[in-house]
C-alpha cells in the first residue's frame, strides 16, 4: 500500500486550545484521524507528524523525496504553519528532493495580515489549498490519490 505524509509545522500541536475563531475547535490529534480515515477509504496509508522545528521538517522532506522515488510513497501533504512565509530553506527541500507537495492552510492567509499574504512554499508545491477549515486535509489527500492515478 502506497504512502501518504502529512506534516504540520510550528505551533500547530496547539490547535484546538486557542484561536478556534481563526482554526477551529479540532485538535490535531482529531486532524490526525480525519487524515488516516481518509486515506483508508482511498486505500492509501496515511502517516502524520509534526514539529516545531524548521530542521526537523526538512529532513523529514528529504526522506519523503527518496521514498517518492522509491515508488513507496505518493507525495506530501504540508502544513508549514508560520515558516510558510520565513522559510526558503523548506522551499529549497521540497524542490531538491522533488516532492510532489500539496501546500495547506487552515485559515485563508489571503484574509489575514498582510506578511501571510506571501508563501516560500507556493512556487514549490504542486497545489494549494487554503481557507477551508481543517477539512482542507482530506481534500488534499483526495488530490494527492487523484493526481498519482
Ligand atoms: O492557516 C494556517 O493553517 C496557517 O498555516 C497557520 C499558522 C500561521 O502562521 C499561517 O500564517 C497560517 C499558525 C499555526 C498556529 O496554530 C495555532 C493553533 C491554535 C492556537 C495557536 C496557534
Known sequence: MKKILVLNGPNLNLLGTREPAQYGHETLADVERMCKEAGHKLGVAVECRQSNHEGQLIDWIHEAGQE????????????????????????????????????????????????????????????????LGVKGYPLAIEALVGLSG
Do not use: C
Not at 529549497?92 to 528532493?97: C, F, L, S, T, Y
Not at 498582510?114 to 494549494?128: D, L, N, Q, V
Open 68 to 131: 517518492i522515488a522509491a515508488g513507496k510513497m505518493i507525495g506530501v501533504v504540508m502544513n508549514p504553519g508560520a515558516y510558510t512565509h520565513t522559510s526558503i530553506a523548506l522551499h529549497d527541500a521540497v524542490k531538491g528532493a522533488n516532492v510532489t507537495l500539496i501546500e495547506l492552510h487552515i485559515s485563508n492567509v489571503h484574509a489575514r495580515e498582510e506578511f501571510r499574504h506571501h508563501s516560500y512554499i507556493s512556487p514549490a508545491a504542486r497545489g494549494i489549498i487554503v481557507g
